[in-house]
């Protein structure tokens, strides 16, 4: 398990110690959404370390996936803030918010499966890629620097995965674990503060589970940035992530160490129900 140390800060939010003397990468404060009658999230806070790998779990249902379109803007909050590297993201698309330095992948995953990948890869650089439409028509010089500077840095990127000699293959063709890999090197091709990663051991086996948690680990350590996860692998999350908040019915009902949530009352009571007495 990790054992990093969550320290208090002055918001009333627990993070990792090596990060509690710089601002938090994400506040969420008092988010909520309705959807006609029904409140999906409610009153949900939380902060992210800069270098920090969160878990957030629930049971089905719970809203976790949810709260990964409220960062990301795929849904407009009812009420609340959203605050990215300390600047609020009202009002804010999609992209806007990958622009300020939140990238995700999805549960079903969402690859362009005819196009090779390398140029998936490249689909993820293009906020970094410079030349006019006039000189991607002409093919004008510059368009050819740029060309090439994310031919090298898609390389560079599947290399940290291993996945270099599989740069021409179409992105459908490869197997699912692969695909998997290849969407958060897409997302990481955005140049992310904070990755958010929806489920991303879902269809794996153990050993592709187990090269997952390496994974996320090098990407923190390597990239220096926050790592926030769905998952319902409760191994790969009590052995990866460094704090875990536990949402139940919209509202987060616990946030610490692996340690402390697999021992919170709450927490075994929204899993498993409450005993009943007598």
């Keep these: 398990m990790a054992n990093q140390k969550l320290v208090q800060i002055p918001s009333d939010s627990l993070l990792p110690e090596r990060d509690a003397d710089k601002l938090p990468i994400l506040r969420a404060l008092h988010l909520g959404i309705d959807f006609g009658g029904l409140t999906a999230v409610d009153d949900f806070n939380i902060s992210v370390g800069r270098t920090e790998i969160c878990g957030l779990i629930g049971p089905n249902g719970a809203g976790k996936t949810t709260v990964f379109n409220l960062l990301t803007k795929v849904y407009q909050p009812t009420r609340g803030t ?102 958060i090197v897409r997302a990481l091709a955005t140049n992310p503060k904070l990755l958010l990663l929806d489920e991303p051991a879902a269809g794996m086996n153990p050993a592709e589970t187990a090269e997952l948690m390496e994974n996320i680990r090098g990407i ?59």
Excluded at 251 to 277: D, F, M, R, W
């Design 220 to 278: 923190r350590d390597r990239f220096q940035i926050a790592i926030m996860l769905i998952e319902h692998d409760m191994s790969l999350v009590m052995n990866v992530c460094e704090a875990i908040a536990v949402l139940n019915y919209g509202k987060i009902i616990a946030k610490g160490t692996p340690q402390e949530i697999q021992s919170n009352p709450q927490v075994i009571e929204a899993y498993l129900g409450k005993k009943k007495e007598g």
């Design 82 to 183: 959203i605050l990215i590297d300390s600047i609020d993201t009202h009002g804010m698309n999609t992209v806007q918010a990958n622009q300020l330095g939140i990238a995700r992948t999805f549960q079903n995953i969402r690859l362009f499966n005819n196009l090779s990948v390398e140029d998936n890869i490249k689909i993820g650089l293009h906020n970094q890629m410079h030349y006019s439409m006039l000189g991607g028509i002409l093919r004008l010089p510059n368009y050819w620097i740029e060309e090439n500077a994310a031919h090298k840095k898609a390389l560079e990127l599947l290399d940290i995965f291993g996945m270099a000699d599989l740069a021409d293959a179409k992105a459908g063709s490869l197997p699912y674990g692969a695909q998997r890999r290849l969407e």
